[in-house]
């Protein structure tokens, strides 16, 4: 009897009382020989467990249905179309077992999407909260100059200009974090138009590493071009996003970068698609730090991080110009090795 249809249960129970009835009129009959014809003891029991039968289908049915009418109210928060309705009289198939599936089906589902909701929850408080640190920090700084100067510096030859210059540094700061939030959102919502063309990505990689150059030897470290990637491709992209997708990446790799080592540019055939990597021999990143690594605000070394400046959005910025691209991003590091950040270019033809 484990998981039997309703049919069969109908069927059960009509034999069963069919069963019971017939027993009666056989012990009737044994009391009344003569008043009761052996064609009544059969045809009755017959006749009634027909009915009987015919009863329980049909309340079974109308049970059965209003019971998964209340369930499907219950689990789904959208009206149900006439296909998606329960069905009333397909009593054959294991409904029970079926709703007891959808149900299962539902609970799982909505425990992933509650995990979701909560995850997203933390990442919003998270997010909140950095936007709150950034923009605190440069705005207290102006607030203290700006104090300073009105209650009387702004006469002292030896800080008026130090404390306007250094106000003026912290404007831009936050100039740079609005700037850097509104083009994330605009190409989050699809609103940024990519002014893809034709280019050589050896050619930028050169340009932008020859601006780097300056910072790159006050730490005495190499720029330059991995052995056997020294040669041209040409790829079709936004020339103007992908030159700051490459200016984040090599900023980075010297900025934490350690002294006298290097950081080389990678560029590799993928047929359809040019590899392009940057790559370093500094500190690494620990490994728990890395599936969050392209995240708004997230840093590694909060500390560090802010002394060497940026807004702490430029990892985030590259994933999302690489991503409206419809091409991919990854990391690759190791603590005391380096680090390897490589994305992918749709190749011209």
């Known amino acids: 009897m484990k998981n039997a249809t309703p049919i069969v249960v109908a069927r059960l129970v009509t034999l069963i009382a069919a069963a019971f009835l017939l027993f009666i009129m056989l012990v009737l009959k044994l009391i009344m020989p003569d008043k009761l014809a052996w064609i009544i003891v059969f045809i009755v029991p017959v006749i009634l467990g027909v009915a009987l039968y015919i009863i329980n289908v049909y309340s079974l049915e109308r049970f059965i249905y209003r019971k998964i009418k209340l369930v499907y109210k219950t689990i789904y928060d959208t009206k149900l179309s006439a296909q998606e309705k329960p069905v009333k009289s397909d009593l054959k198939s294991n409904v029970i077992q079926d709703v007891e599936n959808e149900v299962i089906n539902w609970q799982q589902n909505n425990l992933k999407e509650i995990r979701k909701q909560k995850k997203l929850e933390k990442y919003r408080k998270e997010f909140l909260g950095n936007v709150f640190h950034e923009l605190k920090t440069p705005i207290f700084n102006i607030q ?8 009387g510096g702004i006469e002292d030859e030896n800080i008026n200009m130090k404390f306007l210059q250094k106000a003026r540094k912290n404007v831009k700061r936050m100039t740079e974090i609005v700037d850097d939030l509104q083009m994330i959102s605009n190409l989050e919502d699809g609103s940024f138009s990519l ?3 034709k280019f050589d990505i050896h050619r930028l990689a050169s340009d932008v590493m020859d601006s780097a150059e300056i910072r790159a030897r006050k730490k005495d470290i190499d720029l330059e071009f991995k052995e056997g990637c020294d040669r041209s491709f040409m790829v079709i992209a936004d020339r103007e996003l992908i030159q700051q997708v490459m200016n984040n990446l090599i900023t980075n790799s010297i900025k934490y970068g350690k002294e006298n080592g290097h950081t080389h540019v990678g560029l590799y055939d993928m ?22 690594i392209f995240e708004r605000f997230y840093r590694v ?12 959005l430029g990892l985030s910025i ?3 110009i690489i991503e409206a691209h419809d091409q991919t991003v990854n990391v690759r590091s190791a603590q005391g090795l380096g680090t390897t950040f490589g994305f992918t270019l749709k190749k011209a033809r």
Request: glycine share 12%.
């Open 195 to 197: 002014n893809e063309e």
């Open 318 to 320: 590259v994933k999302h």
């Open 301 to 312: 070394d909060k500390d560090r991080s802010r002394e060497q400046g940026g807004s702490g």
């Open 144 to 151: 203290g100059y700006l104090e300073t100067l009105i209650e």
């Open 271 to 292: 047929n359809d698609n040019i590899l392009v990597e940057i790559s370093d021999n500094g500190i690494g990143i620990d490994p728990k730090h890395l599936p969050r």
